[in-house]
């Protein structure tokens, strides 16, 4: 139980001694840390229920309050706000708590619950671009926070490995290698183990085949029909269109692993075909779906609803199955086979409506009953400098690992900048850069709303100075040094005690709102409040630093116990940056 926590308790207990509901004890930190440490707003809000006047509300509960040993000072402001200050005892000891706790805090999550994350969404024969970066980053954060609170969780890439792409790319290199076995009928394999197409190839032929399907007729009939046999389990195009899959997840896993971003499974749109047919037969005989100027369609809409939305396509008026189909398929899958409780979809804003159709078919249909959550977490794009998602000068969305390729020099421009590494190998200090340049691009990133758009600007997220990744890296190091100067001269931490100092104090309470962080995170999904948090923190201990000089302590027993308090600080700082994939380098 955190220290927010307690008090949340302590005023719900007195709003509920004078008769109302224990929620308008709600507590929360102080918008004037001048004023308190904490507040509580709940006598305005219980205000109308009570019929009475909220300042009277907030001396009722501030008379049962004031005799808690953990309050300190209480003080009543403006129309009925409650400014609470906490003793020092309790803050040492609800910090005392915390390290104690492997969860630091963190209340833990529903046992049965398993949530399938969508957060990749990549193309087979196609590299990973700029556009994948956020819903990677944000994915994986999301996934490492909810692991933390105790939830099982499932991130899924859902790569796009089915449809007409694939098609066209069999035509492609029917064109260009047309002896292969693959295209012989007759043959009964075994087909070769190694591709006769590399990633390159595959990189250069889909641009080729996506401009041929737009300007030639009897191309795109061509790649219809190798998608039909394709889908049908034609040998030789099955045995083709594997390659394309391994070659391309090959390269895609290998920008992942640089990003550090994992998935568990990595299914996509092939891995529910079988299950589309059947689907779609169920969904027509249930009369949930029905024809429509020669397609079959989910009407999703209700018939009162002011704004409309368009009917779902699950087949097309040429028989083909939509793109919405493999997503309404992919939902079955994840609640019969992966047996999710809920699948949040870490993709771009601008999908929104496509989800908002998915998930209500799902509904209507059956497939996801109401006890599966689903849900569309949207994010911004990453923009250039025009304030425009970032593009190439030849217009096209810059590749991932060329992107990725800038970070190291860029990020030991900044660490000579700083002075820091100088003297270390070359090669511990491209490690170090490395890490440097992943804190830079992350941060950069998850500092930012999901809902938000960002400029992209690698060299101001890569600076040791103000609200970066890598500053936020150099006090997590600071920190370790302090630590391994503090053993090298016999001493060691101590109990945590009542803080004596305004700067120690407001470490300690900062300390004592990580739960609060992660918890907010996990409810709106969103870790950028964990970003900001990690942030305030880190400069909650500079403060700290600067004001109580540790190792120069003549009092023991406060030295050891600031000792204390940095180690805990650093596990918080280190914690807060794992959660949002960021690692932290042994020194700098």
Known sequence: MTLRSELVDLFGSAFAEIGLDRSFGDVVPSQRPDLGQFQCNGAMSAAREAKRAPRDIAADVVAIVDLDPRVAGLEIAGPGFINIVVTDQSLAAATSSLAGDDRLGVTPADPLDHWILDYGGPNVAKELHVGHLRTAIIGESFKRT?????????????????????????????????????????????????????????????????????????????????????????????????????????????????????????????????????????????????????????????????????????????????????DLATVEERVEDLEGTGAIYFVDARQSLHFEQVFRAARKGGIAPESFALEHAPNGTVNGPDGTPLRTRDGDLPLLRDLLADIESIAIASMDAKGLASDYSAEERAQIAWLVGMAAVKFGDLSNHRTSSYVFDLERFSSFEGKTGPYLLYVAVRIASLLKKADEMGLEPGPILAPAHDAERALLLKISEFADAVERAIALRAPNHVAEYCYELSGAFNRFYEQCHILSESDASLRASWLAVAGLTRRVVVTSLDLLGISVPERM
């Open 146 to 326: 909810l692991r933390f609170s105790g939830a099982r969780v499932t991130g899924d890439v859902h790569l796009g490995d089915w449809g007409v792409q694939m098609g066209q790319l069999l035509v492609e290199v029917r064109n260009e290698q047309p002896d292969l076995i693959y295209f012989d009928e007759d043959f009964e394999g075994p087909y070769p183990d190694e591709s006769p197409v590399s990633m390159d190839d595959l990189q250069r032929l889909y641009p080729t085949s996506s401009a041929k399907m737009k300007s030639e007729p009897a191309y795109a009939a061509a790649a219809r029909l190798a998608t039909v046999d394709l889908q049908a389990g034609r040998p030789g195009y099955r045995a083709l269109w594997q390659h394309f899959r391994d070659v391309s997840v090959e390269a895609i896993r290998g920008v992942y692993d640089d990003l550090d971003v994992d998935f568990d499974v990595w299914l996509g749109e092939s891995s529910v075909h079988d299950r589309i047919g059947p689907m779609v037969e169920r969904l027509e005989s249930a009369g949930v779906a029905e024809p429509s100027d020669g397609a079959i369609v989910v009407h999703v809409s209700g018939d009162e609803e002011e704004h409309q939305i368009p009917p779902l396509m699950l087949v097309k008026s040429d028989g083909g199955y939509a793109y919405a189909t493999t």
